[in-house]
Every structure is written in structure tokens, then in C-alpha cells.
């Protein structure tokens, strides 16, 4: 059974001799070819190069076609600013401060970057997929509208839902025109990546998202191909939400239990994937570390239908050799055996880290944002946003740090601060807000609590 048998039959839920795997590889190629982000992305040749090594070094059953959930905001005009290690941020939201969707560029498959993304596609399909499955990724519809409208989609769907589910169902639009393009060019699966999902309620998701998602499901559906539901950040409060979308698999990272999503999926049918430590195993740990991670999800997992898999865009920096380690884990079960048995757990040496001794000492309150880099996480750099925008807007002065989790002082900072989630806001020292962007008035209350506190007032 080639490597793309294994995955196919492990999406639809089936018994595999053996756990699919799928490295989502996205500028990572470009690390392995020695480029940088910015021109990796903008290149057939380069990400051809960069994911056909991939594929083979690291033994993978699937691999993505493109990583970057911002070609669909690119091509209806949002600004863009790139990154020699990461993809590239929306910067500019034309939908922010309302608008008419009207205003945006028509949306054309021939525009921007897509015909680089679908030419990829064949070009893959012809060389490696025969023996890899190859996924298409596209931006879930709730993420591109929040590129398209910024901050304004929170507050908007409890002042004017009606406009917000217009903009949703029309991202949901690009979606299935995404999906038909991504599947007539050769993928074997489109996963629907909606990051910012993680941030709303599951009554926000059921009436906000899940409709739009379906619209998307039921067009890859007939198209006879299989589906996945992509999300990062702590959706534990959308699980049962999530699995009631008629998609074939859903996909998670390390924000939320294996074990949950394991336990969801075995009722609704639907297989699952996850949920790999992005940083502390994979970029920051040895090999033993990614290997004793695999280890877990393979456990936790059991039985059919399971796709191990980093739960986002490997780091660009990822050490090769630990994606490779997790790999012998997948393919060779009494190596895994051995492992479990000899293999000592290392703790994480606690780093040096910028976080006080004692918040009350320091002369003003200290907003600490937990991220994985809001440079490359959408969900991470609307709420590093939300916090600058509420800084702005008070009277005193506070102090605003960031804390990537993708350095090893990040995953320090988050280690003194308690966080278990990203992101998180924390406010001088404070958990705040686990996993959700607050809402500029309830954000600012808070800060102001906490200046009263210092009698700043």
C-alpha cells in the first residue's frame, strides 16, 4: 500500500496497517532548499524543489500544496507584508469600518498568486502523486472575512449579523471556486484552514460558520473528493460544533486534547488528525523529544482513521532531523516499541525570560500576549492588535510585549506565566482572555482594572 493508500483510506475512517502522516510543510521547504519565505512562495520551481524533498526525507503519506492563507485576501485587495520566515501578513482590511462588498476586485482564479498554486498542483500531481496525496489548503471562509474586515468582524456580529453573514457567505463562495480549482488541478484533499474560529463561541461558530463551511464540504463532496476541517488555537469549545459540519476529517494542534477530538470523532464517523507540539518537540526540542511526541498521538489515537500531523505550518527553522524521527515512529513500530521503553522525558531547560519577578513593583501594568508569532498565526496577530489598539485608546501609559512561543524566551515567558493556551492575554501576570479576542470595550475595562489597582487612576 503506497503512502497515499494509507492517508486516503485513513481520512475515510478506515483501518491502516500503520498511522498516515502528513508533515504540513509549507516555508519550511523553504528552510530545506536554503531560501528565504518571501521568494520561496513566489516561485514554482523553489516550492516544487522544496516539497519533493520534503515528501521523501520525511516519508510522507500527504503533503500541502501551498501553506498561505492569505492568497484569497491578496487577490480582493488586502495588503500584504512579507517575511523572510514566515508567510506573509494581511496588513490592510477593505472591508474594515464597513463597505460594500461591492468594493472588493472581483474575485479571478487567474489573479495574484492562484495560478502558481494550481500549476504547482499538476506539477506535484505528475512527479509525486502517484505515491503522495497532495492537499489543497484554502482560507476558511470566518478567517478571509477577517482579513477582508479586520477587527470590526467581532463587534459586527453582535451589531450588525446580517452584514457579517453576508461577508461569510461570500468568502464561503471563493471557497467552493477555490475547491473546484484546487481539486480539477489534482489534490486529493482540501482542508478548509479556519484558524480564527477558535476564537468565538460555539454559538457564534453554529450560526456564523457552520452553515458557510457546509456550503464548501458539499462542493468538494461533488467533486468526489475528500474534505478536512483545519483548525489551530483552543476550539474545544466548538468540538461538537465542529463535528457536526459534514466534512470527512478534522484537523487540530496542540491547544486542544487528542483524547476530546478522538472521542467526537468516533460518534459523528469522521476521521482526525493532530496534534504534533509545533514548538517544544519539533523546533526546540532534540530528536528523542519529537519521537516521544509521536509516540503519544499514536497512543491517544488508537485504532482507524488517525493522521499524524504537526497541528499547523511547520516552523521555518524546524531541524529536519526531528521531522524525521517522528517519521520512524509512523513506519517502524518496533523502533516505536523501543523508544517507549528506553527514552527518558527531558524537560524543557527554563530560559531566560522578560517577565517581573513581581508585577507590583513595575511603575505601570504590563499587558503580556502570549503567541506562537503573530507574524505567521492569523489568530495571533489580531489579538496583538486588539491589544496595541486598546493601549492606544487609555489615558496611562501601559506596556505592551509579545512573547512568540516560536523562541525559546517565548516558551519561558509562557512557562512563568501559567498559560496553557494560544494565545493568551495576560495582564500584569494575570491570565485575562485564554484563546478569544476580546472586544475593545471589555479589553480596555480590563486594563483599566488593572491600573485602578496600581492607583493610577
Known amino acids: 500500500m503506497t503512502g497515499r493508500e494509507v492517508l486516503l483510506h485513513a481520512l475515510q475512517n478506515d483501518l491502516t496497517p500503520r498511522p498516515a502522516w502528513v508533515p504540513f510543510v509549507g516555508v519550511h521547504g523553504a ?9 520561496y512562495l513566489k516561485s514554482m520551481e523553489l516550492m516544487l524543489k522544496g516539497l519533493t524533498l520534503a515528501a521523501e526525507r520525511y516519508r510522507a503519506d500527504g503533503i500541502p500544496v501551498m501553506f498561505d492563507l492569505q492568497l484569497e485576501a491578496e487577490v480582493l485587495g488586502c495588503e500584504l507584508v512579507w517575511s523572510e520566515e514566515n508567510p506573509p501578513s494581511v496588513v490592510s482590511h477593505p472591508l474594515g469600518g464597513g463597505g460594500s462588498l461591492g468594493q472588493l476586485p472581483a474575485f479571478d482564479l487567474g489573479a495574484g498568486r492562484l495560478p502558481l498554486a494550481f500549476d504547482l498542483t499538476r506539477k506535484l500531481k ?7 496525496a497532495l492537499y489543497g489548503l484554502i ?4 478567517t ?3 482579513h477582508l474586515m479586520g477587527q470590526d468582524l467581532f463587534m459586527g456580529m453582535f451589531d450588525h449579523p446580517d452584514y457579517v453573514k453576508a461577508v461569510v457567505s461570500y468568502c464561503s463562495s471563493i471557497g467552493c471556486q477555490m475547491s473546484k480549482a484546487y481539486i480539477e488541478a489534482g489534490v486529493d484533499v482540501v482542508a478548509v484552514v479556519d484558524p480564527m474560529t477558535s476564537q468565538i463561541s460555539a454559538e457564534h461558530f453554529s450560526e456564523f460558520v457552520a452553515p458557510y463551511l457546509n456550503l464548501i464540504f458539499a462542493t468538494i463532496r461533488d467533486q468526489g473528493t475528500l474534505s478536512s476541517l483545519f483548525v489551530c488555537g483552543d476550539a474545544t469549545r466548538n468540538m461538537g460544533e465542529m463535528a457536526k459540519t459534514t466534512c470527512d476529517n478534522m484537523s487540530i494542534d496542540e491547544n486542544i486534547s487528542l483524547g476530546t477530538l478522538r472521542d467526537i470523532s468516533r460518534t459523528t464517523g469522521k476521521s482526525f488528525g493532530g496534534n504534533l507540539k509545533l514548538t517544544s518537540a519539533l523546533l526546540f526540542g532534540e530528536p528523542d523529544d519529537a519521537r516521544l511526541d509521536a509516540i503519544r498521538c499514536i497512543d491517544v489515537a488508537g485504532g482507524a482513521g488517525f493522521i499524524l500531523a504537526p497541528g499547523c505550518d511547520l516552523p521555518f527553522a524546524t531541524p529536519p532531523e526531528n521531522l524525521e524521527a517522528a517519521a520512524e515512529m509512523v513506519h517502524d513500530p518496533y523502533k516505536r516499541e523501543i523508544c517507549k521503553r528506553t527514552i527518558i522525558v527531558k524537560d524543557m531547560q527554563d530560559f531566560a525570560c522578560d517577565i517581573p519577578d513581581d508585577y507590583r513593583t513595575q511603575p505601570n501594568v504590563i499587558v503580556d500576549v502570549i503567541t506562537l508569532d503573530s507574524a505567521s498565526c492569523p489568530p495571533c496577530g489580531y489579538m496583538v492588535g486588539a491589544v496595541n489598539k486598546a493601549a492606544s485608546a487609555l489615558s496611562k501609559p501601559v506596556q505592551v510585549k509579545e512573547h512568540r512561543i516560536s523562541s525559546r524566551e517565548g516558551l519561558a515567558a509562557m512557562k512563568r506565566l501559567g498559560v496553557q493556551n494560544i494565545p493568551t492575554i495576560c495582564i500584569d501576570g494575570e491570565v485575562a482572555f485564554a484563546s478569544i479576542i476580546p472586544d475593545q470595550k471589555h479589553l480596555i475595562a480590563r486594563i483599566e482594572e488593572f491600573i485602578a489597582k496600581k492607583g493610577q487612576t
Not at 505528475?126 to 503522495?132: A, L, N, P, T, Y
Open 139 to 142: 482560507c476558511g471562509p470566518f
Open 126 to 132: 505528475s512527479e509525486i502523486g502517484d505515491k503522495v
Open 144 to 146: 478571509l472575512a477577517m
Open 31 to 39: 528552510h530545506l532548499i536554503g531560501e528565504k519565505a518571501s521568494n
